[in-house]
């Protein structure tokens, strides 16, 4: 089994708003991370998480905060978003940093 | 740096056609090589990897073969169905460090 779930499927938020994306894997992965998708382009790195702790933040704006409560689950807290921001957030999870990553569906966001 | 190049797309064949999509990469190390495919309105999902050179990964009737003395890491489906369509991207990792994407290319079949 190498699902990893995404909850919500879509979100519509305000700049002002506060929300957050979850994301979920049992496989006893101990590395987890959030990438976002423009549409026509690939996915691009925002945060690593390697046995709950943050180990990689690709300069990314502090209105994104990412939050790894325990080995199964990684959430993004988001804050003060920007129109910019609307994109897909995928989720991805690893057995450790140097292994093959297996991405969730994602969440579509939109800020308006 | 790490860089991963794939053919421009759109790329748009009829079905039962032959499949190639080109993927050529430069690395430092002896980096892994997948290939990632995403659905119309889908994350991604991993098709194939190969770990080292000569290794062939295959899935769903796909198939590319790690060739380190050309860099590449070709895609190739003998016979594409219209369930085929979809963005692939071609992606490399060496160690820890991060994920490489190409541009990802869009494949559209055709009845």
């Known amino acids: 089994d190498t699902e990893v779930t995404q909850t919500p499927k879509h979100l519509v938020m305000g700049m002002t708003n506060k929300k957050s994306l979850k994301c979920e894997q049992h496989?006893?992965?101990?590395?987890m991370y959030w990438y976002k998708q423009k549409a026509k382009k690939p996915p691009e790195l925002m945060f690593v998480?390697?046995?709950?702790?943050?180990?990689i933040n690709e300069s990314v704006p502090s209105r994104f905060s990412p939050e790894c409560p325990n080995s199964s689950l990684l959430n993004l807290h988001l804050h003060a978003l920007q129109p910019e921001d609307s994109a897909l957030y995928l989720c991805?999870?690893?057995?450790?940093?140097?292994?093959?990553?297996?991405f969730g569906p994602g969440t579509r966001l939109t800020v308006l | 740096g790490d860089s991963v190049t794939q053919m421009e797309g759109p790329v748009t064949l009829s079905e039962e056609a032959f499949l190639t999509i080109n993927c050529t990469y430069t690395?430092?190390?002896?980096?892994?090589l997948f290939w990632y495919v995403q659905y119309p309105g889908e994350g991604l999902q991993l098709l194939l990897k190969?770990?080292?050179?000569?290794d062939k990964g295959s899935n769903k009737g796909f198939e590319a073969t790690y060739r380190k003395e050309t860099t590449s890491f070709h895609l190739e489906k003998g016979s594409v169905q219209v369930s085929d369509s979809a963005v692939y991207f071609c992606?490399?990792?060496?160690?820890?460090?991060?994920?490489?994407f190409g541009q990802g290319t869009r494949l559209t079949i055709n009845p």
């Open positions: 690395a430092t190390g002896y980096p892994s």
């Open positions: 190969a770990t080292k050179a000569d």
């Open positions: 998480y390697s046995y709950e702790k943050l180990s």
């Open positions: 992606a490399l990792r060496w160690g820890a460090q991060k994920l490489v």
């Open positions: 496989m006893g992965h101990r590395a």
């Open positions: 991805a999870s690893s057995q450790s940093v140097t292994d093959t990553q297996y």
